[in-house]
Nanobody
Framework: QVQLVESGGGLVQAGGSLRLSCAASGSIFRINDMAWYRQAPGNQRELVATITRGGSTNYADSVKARFTISRDNAKNTVTLQMNSLKPEDTAVYYC???????????????WGKGTLVTVSS
């Protein structure tokens, strides 16, 4: 089994910063793409940022130049540095990873349970 566990959410004032982390554990052979999604109340889950195993990144237009995604392949972790936060960034943030399992070599998408980020105005 594989687990993704997020940490780092909380309450911050507009203009502030937060750093989210996600650690994958379990019977992992390889982690391919990793990503952060978010879901605000009443909204659909949306993609925030992605990062390939090689480090190529992609961002939603709404977070470009403010958020930075990075990963540590040796530690099976992905982080999201969020700067210049706005009230509209308030959401539950979810970690996502495409993981190939050890032994079975089954590949699939896995999700964390989410961490709440609240940005006050």
């Amino acid at each position: 089994q594989v687990q993704l566990v997020e940490s780092g959410g909380g309450l911050v004032q507009a203009g502030g910063s937060l750093r989210l982390s996600c650690a994958a554990s379990g019977s992992i052979f390889r982690i391919n793409d990793m990503a952060w999604y978010r879901q605000a109340p009443g909204n659909q889950r949306e993609l925030v940022a992605t990062i390939t195993r090689g480090g190529s990144t992609n961002y939603a237009d709404s977070v470009k130049a403010r958020f930075t995604i990075s990963r540590d392949n040796a530690k099976n972790t992905v982080t999201l540095q969020m700067n210049s936060l706005k009230p509209e960034d308030t959401a539950v943030y979810y970690c996502n990873a495409n993981i190939v399992l050890a032994v079975t070599m089954y590949g699939g998408d896995y999700w964390g349970k989410g961490t709440l980020v609240t940005v006050s105005s």
